[in-house]
C-alpha cells in the first residue's frame, strides 16, 4: 500500500524506500506511491531525519506564527530569566528533540514545533541539531526543505566542500542572482545581455504559453551574466514557479514587446 498513515499523531509507516545518507547522517523514508495517485492533504509521503546547522532554518516561518513573536522581542514573550535558562540549557545538553517541520500540500513550509529551541540553539552557538521533515500529499516533488545529500537547503553548498560535478564553481546563490539580473537590467538597458537575461525570466515563468529556447536566452551572455542565468534556471528545476520568479517577470513583462510575452498568456 501507498501510504504513509496518520492516526492521532502515531505513524504506521509502510514505505516503499528507507535511505540513510552516511554523508550527512540523513535518513528518508519515502513513500510516493504511484505516478498517477493524488494522496489526501493530510498523508505523508515522505520524511527527513537528520542533523543541521540551526542557522540554516532560521528563514522558515512558525506555522503558527511563533516567529512573529521575536519581532520585537528577543525573547519570544519568554522573559530574559526564562530565556537565558533555555539558552544554557541548550548549551549544555544540545536538543534532546528534534526540530519538527512541516511542507504542506500547497507548497507552505514551516515549524511545527521548535521555534524557540531553534533560536535558543541558534544563541547557545550550536552548529548542528536534530531535525524531522514530514512531506504532506507528496509535496516532496515540488522541492525539498533540506537537501539529505548535503543537509543544507537547495542550491546552498557547504563552503568546506567541494562544488558538485557539473556545476560551475562561482555559481550565485539562487536567491541572490534574481536581485543581480534585476539590478543589471536596470542599469543596462536595451543592451543583448539584458533582452536575453529578460527573455529568460519570462520564459521560465510563462514556459507553457510562450517561450525562447534557453540557448537563445543565453546566447550572448558572458561571465557573471551567464552565471545568474545558471542559477536561476537550477532554481526553477528545483522549485518550479516561484514567488521570485513571478517577481521579476511582473517588472520585465512591459518592458518586452507585446507580441513576445504578455501575462494574459500565461
Known sequence: MYFLENRIN?????????VRDDATN??????EG???WVPELHII??????????????????????????????TGGYGEQQWNTLIEDVRVNGLQE?????KEMDGR?????????????????????????RYFGNSQRAGLVIDPRTGKPPGIVNAKEKEPMGRMQNTPPKYEAYRLIEEWCAKNPGTGSTLG????????????????SIPVCIWNLDGARLEWAKAIILDYFERGETDELLELASKFAPKIEPFEWSPESS
Open 10 to 18: 502515531q505513524y504506521a509507516i509502510q514505505c516503499e524506500e528507507v
Open 26 to 31: 540523513f535518513k528518508t523514508q519515502i513513500s
Open 34 to 36: 504511484p505516478s498517477w
Open 45 to 74: 509521503t515522505r520524511i527527513d531525519e537528520g542533523y543541521v546547522d540551526p542557522n540554516d532554518l532560521l528563514h522558515l516561518p512558525g506555522l503558527a506564527g511563533e516567529h512573529l513573536q521575536f519581532d520585537h522581542d528577543p
Open 98 to 102: 528534534a526540530i519538527l517541520i512541516f
Open 109 to 133: 513550509a514551516g515549524i511545527h514545533e521548535g521555534n524557540h529551541r531553534l533560536r535558543a540553539a541558534v544563541a547557545a552557538a550550536l552548529t548542528r541539531v536534530p531535525v524531522e521533515i
Open 197 to 212: 537575461l529578460m527573455r529568460l525570466v519570462l520564459s521560465l515563468y510563462n514556459g507553457r504559453a510562450f517561450s525562447f
